[in-house]
């Protein structure tokens, strides 16, 4: 073997994992959304545990998508939740999207502040900022925090119960733990 | 020759090295952060113009070009898609007809709600008037009170459970949480509005002859009492949580 046959293969061996040492990816092993409706004569919330999720980095920067069906939301009273889809309209835009862009880096730090853009009852909104807390054990991370959504932000009419509209504010908590790949 | 093997050597190392370097003009800017506007939501895109085009049915934004749109398959290497999450386009696709059928629900159950509401008020006040619809005289004017509440009362309810029974039912919905209740409540209280006004007409006709409330007739009373039970409880179950 020629010194030259050596070293290309040298190069060859050693410089495509170095290419492509920057792309890795985020998968959401479990993940709970949970909103809260507040009205005077009640405090109910929703949960879904059907929130799927993926992270592609490439050169440092990562793309999230979070994605939950919006029926999937449980608040214990079907008539409740059949009456949450009707007003998110949920039935014309069935899923719930979550978008944001995290730096590869932002992985070990304690609390992350990101810009979401989230797809919702028909509307795109974006958030600026929202803080959110890691939690890191082994390879994966535990990220929770909450979402200051409101009805108004996603043009939807309160419901009311009793003639009296229910709270504008429906923070919506999230619980997502994420598997490096 | 050596000096032509070094050179092919020394080409060869600069192509590989460059290869990472040239991927990197791929990648964007990370976000923008500004303490002023944080955690407020910033643009608030209507989508209503895009719901009103032949395409109306996907949760795409109008403003945005359909390679962003989330259920398209990623077309760049760090842009996850709906179909990367394991969501078929089945999924994705929004339902107008279902839509439709929810939203006449709703509408027809805000009026059984509010048409119960309204009920309840007769209901109440002729339990209330009911004190005084006894008595031994042949006419009374608080037992004619009484029956033209009842009366009302009878009208409000089966307007209101018109529509709590014409509402279309959701396929694939299992009732669960505090309706199951109310639903429960309407096997008594729906028996219980029909059976009342005919035991009241009964009472109220012996009582008109000078009778006294004699066989079935007896039952009007504990019978009014249980429908407007269940009927409050029908009520209250959804109203409060307990």
Sequence with gaps: MTPLTKIAACLLLVFPPLASAGDSQWTLQQGTLTYHVSHKLHESEGVSHEVRGKGICHAGQCDFLIAVPVKSFDSGDSNRDLHMIQVTRGAQFPMVTVRTKLPESASTSATIQADLEIQFAGQTVQYKQVSFQLVTKDNQIRITGTIPATLTDFKIDPPSLLTLPVKNEIPVRIDLTWRSQ | ?242
């Excluded at chain 2, 107008?96 to 159950?109: E, G, N």
């Excluded at chain 2, 009170?145 to 529509?163: E, M, T, V």
């Design chain 2, 1 to 242: 020759m050596k000096i032509f093997r070094l050179r092919t050597i020394l080409l060869s190392c600069s192509c590989l090295l460059a290869v990472p370097f040239l991927s990197l003009a791929q990648t964007s800017d990370p976000p923008a952060s500004s303490s002023q506007d944080a955690q407020k939501p910033a643009v608030p895109q209507d989508q209503k113009a895009a719901q009103n085009k032949p395409q109306p049915e996907s949760q795409q934004p109008a403003t945005k070009p359909s390679g962003d749109l989330p259920t398209a398959p990623s077309s760049s290497k760090t842009e996850p898609s709906l179909e990367d999450l394991g969501f078929s386009a089945t999924q994705a696709q929004g339902d107008a007809k279902r839509q439709a059928l929810l939203d006449k629900r709703t509408h027809m159950l805000k009026i059984h709600q509010r048409m119960g509401l309204i009920a309840a008020i007769p209901i109440t006040a002729s339990v209330i008037t009911s004190v005084g619809a006894g008595g031994k005289d042949t006419s009374k004017a608080s037992r004619d009170l009484h029956a033209a509440l009842g009366g009302l009362a009878g009208d409000l309810y089966f307007i209101s459970a018109y529509y709590a029974i014409r509402a279309p039912r959701v396929p694939g919905t299992e009732t669960r949480g505090p309706i199951r209740f109310h639903k429960a409540m309407a096997w008594i209280h729906g028996p219980g509005m029909i059976a009342t006004p005919i035991l009241g007409i009964m009472a109220f006709d012996q009582k008109n002859k000078g009778e006294k409330v004699h066989g079935i007739a007896q039952a009007h009373g504990p019978v009014a009492i249980v429908t407007a039970g269940a009927f409050g409880a029908a009520l209250l179950s959804v109203s409060l949580k307990f």
